[in-house]
């Protein structure tokens, strides 16, 4: 089992920046996709940006050009650099490892996530 604790989340002026962790610990060695979701009060928890074991990055529409998902294995620590944000992008940010499969777009399903870490709040004012 793989334990995720998120850090970085703080209130910006639209514009902004800023980024978020998410340091990784125990069976860090499983094939996981590595994902942010986010959820908005009142909305759907959504995918926002993916990493997967070979390095291939995917990310939301809503966030392409803007957020970047990076990791450093040595350090064994996922990041979010999120720049030019918007209000529509306060949210409860959540990093999570997702099983590994062959199924196109396994990454954004929540339902076969192993292991979520409690969160970040990420506020974004006009």
């Known amino acids: 089992q793989v334990q995720l604790v998120e850090s970085g989340g703080g209130s910006v002026q639209s514009g902004g920046s800023l980024r978020l962790s998410c340091a990784a610990s125990?069976?860090?060695?499983?094939?996981?996709?590595l994902t942010w979701f986010r959820q908005a009060p009142g909305k759907e928890r959504e995918g926002v940006a993916a990493?997967?074991?070979?390095?291939?990055?995917n990310y939301a529409d809503s966030v392409k050009g803007r957020f970047t998902i990076s990791q450093d294995n040595g350090k064994n620590t996922l990041y979010l650099q999120l720049n030019s944000l918007k209000p529509e992008d306060t949210a409860m940010y959540y990093c999570?490892?997702?099983?590994?499969?062959?199924?196109?777009?396994?990454?954004?399903?929540?339902?076969?996530?192993?292991?979520w870490g409690h969160g970040t709040l990420v506020t974004v004012s006009s």
């Open positions: 999570a490892a997702v099983s590994f499969s062959w199924v196109r777009g396994y990454c954004w399903d929540q339902m076969h996530t192993d292991a």
């Open positions: 125990g069976h860090t060695n499983s094939r996981y996709c």
């Open positions: 990493i997967e074991p070979d390095g291939t990055t």
